[in-house]
């Protein structure tokens, strides 16, 4: 829990827009000001959550956990691409190079097809899992083929 008038939040940490600092910012609450009366940990992003997104992720993932939801994990799906980890289901391995590689565009940051493709899978395995749902995966594999005789 977090009080804005207290040295425990950080001047580098971040107000989410929640219901609870909108109103604070509002002058509607006096949710922050005081001990007895503290923000969420949802309503913040603290500097060490910053730095090391897996904190925030795993705080992501045990609400997402609490309330039966289904969560895909962007940030480690990213992480296995950029380090050329990544192969997918039909065994198509995916290559992070911008210039040369599929999952990037030549901008270097928006997905191309294949990339939308592989992030468009993810979510369909979290929610097959989830939710016992049988929604097929997209052939990588077969796209790439049809994409390159363009």
Known sequence: YYNINTTNISPKALFLPTKNTDALFRGQSERGLSFG?????EDILTEEEL????IYNSKLANYAKSQKLALVDLYSLY???????YRSADGLLIDPNYETGNFFSVDGLTP???????????IIKV???????LIP??????M???????
């Open 112 to 122: 191309t097809a294949i990339g939308q493709a592989v992030i468009a899978n993810e």
């Open 51 to 54: 730095i090391t997104p897996e």
């Open 144 to 150: 790439s083929k049809t994409l390159s005789n363009r």
């Open 79 to 85: 992480k296995k691409i950029l380090s050329g980890e």
């Open 137 to 142: 995966l997209i052939n990588l594999t077969e």
């Open 37 to 41: 009366n503290p923000l969420e940990d």
């Open 127 to 133: 929610l097959n899992a989830q939710y016992g749902s």
